[in-house]
């Protein structure tokens, strides 16, 4: 089965995260639990199994918030569910406007840059 744009986008962002965390995290006790908690978002991100990502998520924003401000908001969105309710409404308003504007571009058949439409709503608002 083909991977969507969107899931490309979430286990690539999801990975870069994880990666960014394990460095700073090196000095940590093998048995800390944060370093149980790398382990299985690692896994489920390496399964791109999105449930088991999007519990990984929920358990990260609950349990670890100082680790949160390095989360690519492009995640929380994607996984959706549970994970919304990390986000403001404007945040998720502006997301919502970000796949209107892909869904238009697919229905014409264009090319769709997200991190390009992204940042031109950024300007507008």
């Known amino acids: 089965m083909k991977q969507t744009d969107n899931e490309t986008r979430l286990f690539q962002q999801l990975n870069g995260f994880l990666e ?3 460095r700073k995290t090196e000095s940590l006790h093998p048995d800390h639990p944060f370093k149980t908690w790398l382990v299985s978002a690692s896994a489920a991100c ?3 199994d999105s449930d088991a990502v999007s519990q990984q998520v929920v358990a990260l924003f609950t349990h670890y918030a100082d680790m949160t401000p390095l989360f690519p908001r492009d995640v929380l969105y994607l996984v959706g569910g549970d994970c ?3 986000m403001p409404d404007e945040e998720i308003a502006a ?3 970000l796949d209107e504007m892909r869904f238009e571009a697919q229905m014409q058949q264009k090319f769709f840059d ?3 439409a992204k940042e031109s709503l950024k300007k507008l608002q």
């Open 20 to 22: 960014e965390v394990t």
């Open 46 to 48: 390496g399964l791109k």
């Open 84 to 86: 919304l309710h990390f």
């Open 95 to 97: 997301y919502q406007a």
């Open 114 to 116: 997200w991190e390009q």
